[in-house]
């Protein structure tokens, strides 16, 4: 699986941004999503999306304000931002699961960066 994002850039608070990722090669899983790496933090899950029927789940930072989605058609996996706050600034990176249920697959991330 290759994984391809795409949408970062700058933003004030409050503002927002969409991310899209495109996948290709051969599924090994149901499973793709978002996560973000902060300067001097570990990397954080921020949510994920089944390609079979759209079930989502998110990291409580984001819930109610970000919202992930998939298109099957494209192989594309979304991430919309909404309500940005400059604690969300971080490199932010599409992720796919293997078979073996592992977080496996990575893009290479891109940088989002609200202002306050």
């Known amino acids: 699986v290759q994984l391809q994002a795409s949408g970062g850039g700058l933003v004030q608070a409050g503002g927002s941004l969409r991310l899209s990722c495109t996948a290709s090669?051969?599924?090994?899983?149901?499973?793709v999503g978002w996560f973000r790496q902060a300067p001097g933090k570990e990397r954080e899950f921020v949510a994920r999306?089944?390609?079979?029927?759209?079930?989502?789940y998110y990291a409580g930072a984001v819930l109610g304000r970000f919202a992930i989605s998939r298109d099957n058609a494209r192989n594309t996996v979304s991430l919309q931002m909404n309500e940005l706050k400059p604690e969300d600034t971080a490199v932010y990176y599409c992720?796919?699961?293997?078979?073996?249920?592992?977080?496996?697959?990575w893009g290479k991330g891109t940088q989002v960066t609200v202002s306050s």
């Open positions: 999306v089944a390609w079979s029927n759209g079930d989502t």
């Open positions: 992720a796919a699961v293997n078979d073996q249920g592992q977080w496996h697959y």
């Open positions: 090669g051969r599924r090994t899983s149901d499973t």
